[in-house]
């Protein structure tokens, strides 16, 4: 089992309480703008910032297990001090290889991957609004029957 597997396993229950404390206070949210009488406006959320540059930690660990990790499976670095025959040179080479492979994690991937997920959450969160929006009944009823199967849940004795 893989590190990330047992991570999930022993925390699964306090994300999913966490996911569904969010969902709840979303819809609830959503409920109380649409009781004060606003209307319906499409809204860009961006609840997802990116990391910093000075977090530098995470920028070679990411490009460690991803770019990096491609190019040694492909024998790349290999096939470099092959070319450049001395140590010295391959240090060299590998370094600035390395910089550039972070600044592609930095200035494309990262960048990239953060607007795609704030895109989804942000279209996510404007249906939900106008579900609410267009359906009061309905966001009632969510929040109800979540907090119903949330309580039932947890208030089950243990066998």
Do not use: H
């Not at 925390?11 to 703008?33: D, H, N, Q, R």
């Not at 040179?89 to 910089?99: H, L, T, Y």
């Amino acid at each position: 089992m893989t590190w990330y597997k047992k991570t999930l396993k022993k925390y699964g229950k306090e994300i999913l309480t966490g996911a569904v404390f969010s969902i709840i206070c979303t819809l609830a949210f959503l409920l109380w703008i649409y009781g004060m009488g606003k209307t319906f406006t499409w809204t860009d959320i961006s609840p997802i910032d990116p990391p910093s540059i000075f977090v530098r930690i995470f920028y070679s660990a990411l490009t460690f297990v991803t770019l990096g990790a491609f190019l040694y499976k492909i024998k790349f670095y290999q096939g470099l001090y092959r070319i450049l025959g001395d140590w010295q040179s391959f240090k060299e080479a590998k370094a600035i290889i390395w910089v550039l492979l972070m600044g592609t994690i930095f200035f494309v991937i990262v960048p990239l991957v953060v607007d795609i997920l704030n895109g989804i959450l942000s279209i996510g969160y404007n249906l939900v609004a106008l579900l609410v929006y267009a359906f009061p009944p309905v966001g009632v009823s969510v929040i109800l029957f979540t907090l119903y199967f949330y309580s039932k849940k947890k208030l089950r004795p243990i066998p």
